[in-house]
């Protein structure tokens, strides 16, 4: 490397005299490519702006990293942080409103066992649409229309569901492209798909499995011996209420991933990134979870592994691996792309903003590989990473790593496929298909907190991206039999809707104890942001009179029965002291004050 201190000093004058070059900036539709016409607030206090759209533009930008916010109309603003030299960007913008078409072929599907492939032809440089493209793709085609938009639909996957298939894009000047190695997987698949001028791109799409720096691993099969055992080994969600949730932690606005091309399609590794794509955490999580788990997988394998995979890349916000990006989008990483699986997708909003963390403060660097089973298989062609194997088999682990010895059955019998730190991909699949399957917030706990008992690195907990404030109780003063409305405010910090959530309230006074009200309990959707959220609570006719403190909480329903029970994810609770007061049964509000039924003496001056 060139030193500039090796240069002679008229030369450093030059080079310091010459201005950086402005940054370029393109806006895109994260879920569809389209180009998108938008507001960058580059400076909060003087109010200055630049406009932008779906081409690279020169923006000026200050010599220092400075927090700026995309704004356009129907879409989620996007607040990154940028300086002058840094290397092209392109941000993907999250709409309001999902595209209809996404929608109509969700309802065709809805219920069978058809699959699909949709998406959009964009240009790689402009985003605009192409149209008249022909896509191929399991023996089916179609031609993209005006909108560049395309579908197929496709038959139910073998019963082994290992097959695989390539998908061909002809697009005439614009060049071809050819993507081996698609995995088959029921639902639908969503693809942006970008050409250029006389571009021709052969890529494979594997699945990956992360290697946190060391040499790029993936999960192209199912290790042997993966079947589900005959009978359950356990019955975990017996201690699922144990499971502990870390303060509430606000997940990253956003999160920068390199990538080779403006359009955000072609993954790179570490320092052959020359460009930067910034996404949404939870964008980056549905654009990335089917590239690393496998999208037929089971839903609780799923939603353990979008913790994982959140966690994974919010850690890297904080620590990036370059100055122009957090994190790059290969197996070098975490592999990330600009593809969906509906499966996928919902695993992520089931889990939106949910992280982990050892400090209570920020998201920890939760590692996971293929499969962390400590035993080599002499007759398999698996590789093994994990350098230390003391745990033996039926354990996952690598001590000497810092990560210790987990007993994970499940594994038994299984070659070690990665580096045997923290979750194991496969593990979570195995434990998720068993007869008496745990939940996937057990699974979560299983891998990084061994439960509770963990140690050394195995001790994380799930975060909560969900917080109360400013309760009330309405009205303050009631009679038993009667209802009052708990209120409060929430604050949902993941930017999508949480739609899977409860609310419970309790009272509560010193000699009487809890008095619930389950009846009311109710499931309800939290978008983004701040909301003001309530419900009716009825105080039983034998209430006691007195001052009662409530307490009102949110609950994330993880066994989606609509009722809080122990194995739903407390994500906050709320506790107003003194917020009720119960009159007495004729409604009498001075016998509420004095416990003891004595009354007050009366003092004549």
């Known amino acids: 490397m060139t030193r500039i201190a090796a240069l002679p000093a008229l030369a450093i004058c030059v080079l310091a005299s010459v201005p950086a070059p402005a940054a370029q900036i393109a806006a895109r539709d994260a879920l569809t490519g ?59 913008l999250d709409p309001l409103e999902r595209p209809e078409k996404f929608a109509r072929l969700e309802t065709q599907i809805a219920g069978t066992e058809a699959r699909a492939l949709q998406g959009y032809i964009r240009h790689a440089e402009s985003g605009r649409a192409v149209a008249g493209v022909r896509v191929e793709f399991e023996g089916t085609d179609t031609v993209s229309d005006a909108e560049g938009y395309f579908q197929l639909f496709l038959q139910p996957c073998e019963a082994s569901g290992t097959e695989r298939s390539t998908l061909r894009v002809q697009a005439g000047a614009q060049g071809e492209l050819t993507i081996d190695n698609i995995l088959c997987s029921p639902g639908i698949e969503r693809r942006i798909l970008a050409v250029g001028e006389n571009i021709t791109e052969r890529t494979s799409d594997t699945v990956g499995a992360v290697d946190n720096g060391n040499s790029g691993g993936h999960v192209p099969r199912p290790p042997a011996h993966s079947a589900p055992l005959v009978e359950p080994l356990m019955s975990p969600l017996e201690d699922a209420g144990a499971i502990q949730l870390a303060a509430g932690i606000q997940p990253p606005a956003s999160i920068r991933i390199g990538f080779a091309d403006a359009a955000c399609t072609q993954e790179c590794c570490t320092g052959s990134c020359g460009h930067t794509c910034i996404k949404s955490l939870e964008t980056y999580v549905r654009n990335g979870l089917h590239r690393e788990w496998i999208a037929s997988w089971n839903p609780g394998s799923l939603r353990a592994g979008s913790v994982a995979y959140r966690s994974y890349g919010a850690w890297h916000v904080d620590n990036p691996r370059s100055a122009n990006y957090d994190i790059c989008s290969s197996a070098c990483c975490q592999v990330n792309g600009h593809t969906t699986h509906s499966s996928t997708d919902s695993a992520t909003a089931r889990t939106a903003g949910v992280m982990l963390s050892r400090d209570g403060a920020t998201p920890f660097r939760a590692e996971y590989s293929a499969d962390n089973n400590s035993w080599v298989d002499p007759n398999s062609s698996l590789s093994c990473s994990n350098s230390d194997l003391s745990c033996g088999d ?13 007993n994970d ?47 050394g690195l195995r001790t994380a907990t799930m975060t909560s991206p969900v917080e109360l404030s400013a309760g009330a109780a309405t009205p303050s003063t009631a009679a038993p039999g009667t209802a009052v409305e708990l209120s409060a405010l929430a604050n949902n910090m993941s930017t999508t809707e949480h739609a899977h959530l409860l609310i419970g309230a309790s009272l509560y006074r010193s000699g009487t104890g809890y008095i619930d009200d389950s009846a009311n309990d109710k499931p309800f959707a939290l978008p983004s942001g701040t909301h003001s959220v309530g419900r009716p609570f009825e105080i039983p006719a034998t209430a006691s ?25 407390p994500l906050a609770l709320l506790n107003i002291p003194q917020a009720l007061q119960v009159l007495d049964g004729n409604g009498d509000e001075d016998a509420d004050i004095f416990e003891d039924r004595f009354e007050p003496q009366t003092i004549t001056p």
């Open 409 to 455: 059955p499940v594994s038994l019998g299984q070659s070690c496929f990665g580096h045997g730190r923290g979750m194991s991909q496969w593990g979570t699949q195995r434990w998720a298909t068993q007869p008496d399957a745990p939940l996937w917030t057990w699974i979560v706990d299983h891998y990084y907190n061994d439960n509770g008992s963990g140690s």
């Open 394 to 406: 039926g354990f996952a682990g690598s001590p000497a790593a810092d990560w210790p010895c987990l």
């Open 545 to 569: 009179p007195g001052s009662y403190d409530v307490l009102i909480s949110l609950y994330l329903d993880v066994d989606e029965n609509g009722q809080i029970t122990a194995h739903d994810l």
């Open 34 to 92: 389209a180009p998108v016409q938008a507001i960058l607030k580059l400076d909060h206090d003087t109010g200055r702006t630049a406009r932008i759209d779906g081409r690279l533009r020169a923006v000026e930008l200050p010599d220092h990293v400075t927090t700026i916010t995309a704004q356009a109309a129907g879409y989620r603003s996007l607040e990154f942080h940028a300086k002058k030299n840094d290397q092209p960007m392109t941000l993907l």
